[in-house]
């Protein structure tokens, strides 16, 4: 097989050993396409909402008798939600959430879960992350696919820690930036170090020929990555917002992907995570922060990628690894339930809810019954979002939904 230029550097040491991070090295060898079509293509963007969210306090079908009976200490007044329509409402402090619901900008697909659930934090969320409960599959479904949406298709984790087991694929995990200095080019673990800068300036500028073919090849990627990389830098470093995002963890990691959106950078896919959902006991001190949290950084990131023209072409999807049981526990809080909603945010998301809001009289042992498959919401962003066939991907046909704008 011939030696090429791309492949050669991006599957070398060199560029990370001339001081380039890993991340930015590919990102850098990808950025002349993002003034290209392929360049501007579809970005999907994940939140994940860590601990099993309450999805009954957080979709409220409010003008159910059994829902009130169901959580004294913990139901939402039915003057105080945000009504959606008729039958359910969001939780009073979703008005972030609730402001994209009236901009039919918030799709939501009720009643999802999967077959045989499992309580287990850590089973659960496997699932969700492999698309499926078998053991002997290893990698996550946004990891399978990487090597479908070609070099300028890649993932980024937003947030410190591992990378979740849904990025990791054939060929690796995807990194985790936890901030812009992470993804800019450095020369030098600590600062910036003066004398290896000119030495890597020297290498990639220099213009003698070198003798060796590969070391002319080494030369010119060093000369394209650095310059990409410059290049990188210099358009996220001119990033402005008038947007006001929440002071969060959550708020940070999302202004930081509006910011890498907006800079040009080419990975179509970025995960981040919102922790704090196993509320156990005392709910109402927790809950609805975390929700306002979610509803304000959501709102705040869709305002700031539509004041940079990206609205079109980016889709937020959340989702929890279960819900909570329909009682509320002797502590004021929810023990770990089954089926829950998914919420969806961006222009080109078809408004309004999808499917019925689950009975809380016909239960499955104390929980909500699912009515529809999580990977088919992955299926249909997949095929109708991404434009990656499904099957392969997550290893059967599911049902597509009814969920983007045509």
Not at 78 to 97: F, I, Y
Not at 114 to 130: A, G, T
Not at 328 to 356: C, I, P, R, W, Y
């Amino acid at each position: 097989m011939p030696l090429n230029r791309r492949s050669f550097l991006a599957s070398s040491s060199i560029a990370v050993g001339l001081g380039l991070p890993e991340v930015f090295r590919r990102a850098a060898l990808a950025a002349p396409a993002s003034d290209q079509p392929g360049g501007k293509q579809t970005v999907l963007v994940v939140v994940q909402l860590t601990g099993g969210n309450d999805g009954l306090n957080t979709v409220i079908p409010f003008r159910d008798p059994a829902y009130h009976a169901a959580r004294p200490s913990l139901k939402q007044p039915a003057d105080k939600v945000k009504r959606l329509n008729d039958d359910v409402a969001l939780h009073p402090s979703l008005g972030g959430l609730a402001s994209l619901w009236e901009g039919s900008r918030l799709g939501m697909v009720q009643g999802v879960g999967y077959p045989n659930p499992n309580r287990s934090h850590f089973e659960s969320m496997d699932v969700w992350h492999k698309a499926t409960d078998s053991r002997e599959q290893r990698y996550g479904w946004l990891g399978r696919m990487h090597a479908q949406l070609g070099p300028a298709g890649m993932a980024l984790h937003i947030g410190s820690g591992d990378p979740p087991l849904a990025l990791f694929g054939p060929t690796g995990n995807a990194p985790s930036v936890k901030s812009l200095d992470e993804y800019q080019l450095r020369v030098a673990p600590k600062g910036d170090d003066p004398a290896r800068r000119a030495l890597i300036e020297g290498f990639a500028n220099s213009a003698s020929p070198p003798k060796n073919e590969l070391l002319a090849l080494v030369k010119e990627s060093a000369r394209e990555t650095y310059r990409s990389s410059q290049r990188l830098r210099e358009k996220a470093g001119k990033y402005d917002t008038p947007v006001v995002y929440p002071s969060t963890n959550l708020g940070n990691r999302m202004k930081l992907i509006a910011r890498l959106i907006t800079a040009g950078v080419p990975e179509r896919l970025y995960y981040t995570t919102h922790d704090g959902f196993d509320t156990h006991a005392i709910q109402e001190q927790f809950h609805p922060g975390l929700l306002q949290d979610l509803g304000d950084s959501i709102a705040a990131f869709h305002k700031d990628v539509a004041h940079h023209g990206d609205e079109k072409r980016v889709v937020v999807m959340t989702f929890s690894e279960f819900g909570r049981r329909v009682k509320e526990n002797a502590s004021q809080g929810t023990d770990h339930g089954a089926a829950s909603q998914m919420f969806l945010v961006g222009d080109t998301v078809k408004a309004g809810v999808t499917g019925k809001h689950p009975s809380l009289t016909d239960l499955d042992d104390g929980d909500l019954k699912h009515h529809t498959d999580f990977r088919s919401v992955y299926g249909t962003l997949l095929e109708k979002w991404l434009g990656i066939p499904h099957e392969p991907v997550l290893g059967a046909k599911y049902p597509e939904l009814d969920l983007l704008r045509a």
